[in-house]
């Protein structure tokens, strides 16, 4: 009987704590496994992608260097610019969830999620680009330049599906840090009393950003053959 | 025992257990409980069996005549597509994990639940999505692709119901990976006081090793299945041989699940019947760190063997000597776990109980499905078994004689735990024996057929009507098989009502899930277990057991113990 009353008894101070578990230090040891295990299944999601970029990049080279040519650097840059600024501002608001300092967490988070919204303002005005000069898959698809019209295709398949795939993350990453931000406004014992919600849903951000830091040069950044780069 | 106190103290006519503390629908829909959670994945992986077997007879009803008598060209083929996508995705993936590992992981390493109830449960309702949108491409006109789902007839040219029923193998892997994840952190965070990693009962070492299957496997088969669905809704052909990808790319990502997916849904029976080898020989399993290890080692090797379904496409010469190296080394730990499995019964006291019995005719039939391996393991034989009946016996031996008798030997031997109520045993045993021979009878001939030529997947065999005779005897096997599953279906149904009730301990076992009630209370133990002895350790004398609806123990010593 005596650690169903300790659970019960837990639960009366500490509110934070769930059921199934012994002591906040448990649960929170459970989150953090969980958040990782969680993140290796992303790691292996994006992996096989990355595969096929690898296997096509290494087949077609220059067909690659021409069609990642059509892509706007400067806007590449700008969003990674963002990126990285929003996982910095996540940073700062599992910080200030340490110190229990609601307002700045808040800030802090509503400027993620802005930075978040930004990115996608980004690349919605490049997709729209792409769609204006029928680079998008399909029997639509036109290529007047140099390289095989067939490959360019394959590449802006892959460029469609990966970039893609990023922004339904940063879709769901809007969505988390929102809920955070609504627990953390509503002052919730989960998130007010614990910071280690705020640092999961940090730790995703972080995923979310470093697979852009992978994706940006591989897309935009592939040098000319020509001039001797690699 | 303390387990039989109630916790709030409460009269009740009845012991509160975790099936009868509440009654509503609501109740069991929004459960955390990983019983109940249990009890409802056992309910819909039951049903989709119902349906894959269905479509398995039709198959073998098909083939009882060299020309086709049943079913045109392209319904044979969405019939023996239906059989593997239901009883792959929807059956032996989650069956033994998602039934028996939600049931008993917590309860074997002393927790209340698993560490995210809520996880669990949105796993069962993504399973059931992922097989609710399948049985609508699979019954709303079909799917004709096999199961296998190979570029660029799924993503090109197939015209049935293939986007419907990816996307429902695709959402099913998300349930998959929500409880590949619960156990991990589970198994890590959650073990009671005392309870260390080598104390852990076998079950739970081959559920951890299953787990890390998952969570690396599974994402790599959701991806590729989404470009599959990304070429056939929006045209982007990562696949498309015409714009320069390559179909074979499919199947290497494909197979780099889809391989260690067999060891998802193999280990979780080795478990089992670690298990049940320890309960009926009273003895400690042989060499247990060696099968905990081995469990791991499959696990490891598991994604280095995918090739091994490729030797005679495009791969190089090169990947098929390494490919058939490892596969040929996966034989090592799983002859480690056979040895040592025999090796328990050597001076055991060996009681043949129902599950023994079924577990005895796994390590038989495992052993036949696993060396068969190695002539498909074998680069030059495999050139003239690849894609025939030698193929589909192989791996019936290993998903049917092994997971299917591993999860009616695990249904067997906690039933009583999971309801509280025993079955007939006579019946039981009977059923297991019935179950061995209508198995053989099935998948032997096709050996003999697929060696000499009959391939997988064709209906028809009319220049060969010597193949009938092999054919029917097959679906013969299968008509047993079929009562054989019928059979128990109707005795554990009957049990629930009339059986008689079960003891904490009806089987004189040890671990922790034997000492709390059967069934046990919603949070597993009225205070949480101290772990002091170590795992399967068996007295000089019986384990005790507990008289039913009292506080006596005793000790069933058989006359041949007594000295």
Known sequence: MAALHDAHAAHGHDSALHHQFEDIEQQNESYVVGMWAFLVTEVMFFGALFLAYTLYRWAYQTDFFYAAAELD???????????????????????????????????????????????????????????????????????????????????????????????????????????????????????????????????????VDLVWIFLFPLYYLIPSLSRGGH | MSASLSPNGQAHHEEPNYLNVTHTLKSWLLTGDHKRIAILYLISIS????????????????????????????????????????????????????????????????????????????????????????????????VDTGWTFYTPYSSLYSNSQVTITILGAFIAGFSSIATGINFIVTIHKMRAPGMTWFRLPLFVWAHYATSLIIILGTPVIAITLLLVIAERVFRLGVFSPELGGDPVLFQHLFWFYSHPAVYIMILPAMGVISEIMAAFCRKRVFGYSFVAFSSLAIAGLSFFVWGHHMFVTSQSMYQGFFFSLVSFLVAVPSAVKVFNWTATIYKGRVYLDT?????????????????????????????????????????????????????????????????????????????????????????????VLGFNG???????????????????????GASILAVSFLIPAVYLTWSLIKGPRASANPWGAHGLEWEVASPPITTNFVTTPIVRDEVYAYDEVDEYEQVQGTEEIVHPTRTEDKH
């Open chain 1, 73 to 207: 650097r400067t806007l590449g840059a700008v969003n990674t610019t963002i990126l990285l600024i929003s996982s910095f501002t996540m940073v700062l608001a599992v910080h200030f969830a340490q110190l229990k300092n609601k307002k700045a967490v808040l800030i802090n988070l509503a400027l993620t999620v802005g930075a978040a919204v930004a990115f996608l303002g980004v690349k919605s005005v490049e997709y729209k680009a792409k769609f204006a000069h029928h680079l998008y898959p399909g029997p639509n698809f036109e290529w007047h330049g140099e390289g095989n019209p067939n490959v360019i295709q394959l590449f802006y398949s892959l460029y469609f599906v990966m970039t893609g795939l990023h922004a339904i993350h940063i879709i769901i990453g809007i969505i988390a840090i929102g809920c955070l931000a609504y627990l953390h406004f509503r002052e919730a014992p989960s998130v007010k009393d614990d910071f280690v919600p705020t640092e999961m849903v940090g730790l995703y951000w972080h995923f």
């Open chain 2, 355 to 447: 599950p023994m019995i079924y577990a005895l005719g796994f390590i038989g039939l495992f052993t036949i499905g696993g060396l068969t391996g190695l002539y498909l393991a074998t680069l030059g034989t495999d050139v003239h078994l690849t894609a025939s009946y030698f193929v589909v016996a192989h791996f019936h031996y290993v998903m049917v004689g092994g997971a299917i008798l591993g999860f009616l030997g695990a249904l067997h031997f906690w039933w009583p735990k999971m309801f509280g109520r025993m079955y007939p045993q006579g019946w039981g045993k009977f059923n297991a024996m019935l179950v061995f021979a209508g198995f053989n009878i099935t998948f032997l001939p096709q050996f």
């Open chain 2, 47 to 142: 049903v989709f069996f119902f349906l894959g077997s269905t479509a398995a007879g039709l198959v073998r009803l098909e083939l009882t005549s060299p020309t086709g008598w049943l079913m045109e060209n392209d319904t044979y083929n969405k019939a023996f597509t239906a059989h593997g996508v239901i009883m792959i995705f929807f059956f032996l993936i989650p069956s033994i994990p998602a039934v028996f590992g939600n049931f008993l992981l917590p309860i074997m390493i002393g927790a209340r639940d698993l560490a995210f109830p809520r996880l669990n449960l949105l796993s069962w309702y993504l399973y059931m999505i992922g097989g609710t949108l399948a049985l609508i491409g699979i019954l709303g006109g079909g």
């Open chain 2, 454 to 476: 009959m391939p997988r997947r064709y209906h028809y065999y009319y220049l060969y009507p010597e193949f009938q005779v092999y054919h029917i005897l097959s679906t013969a």
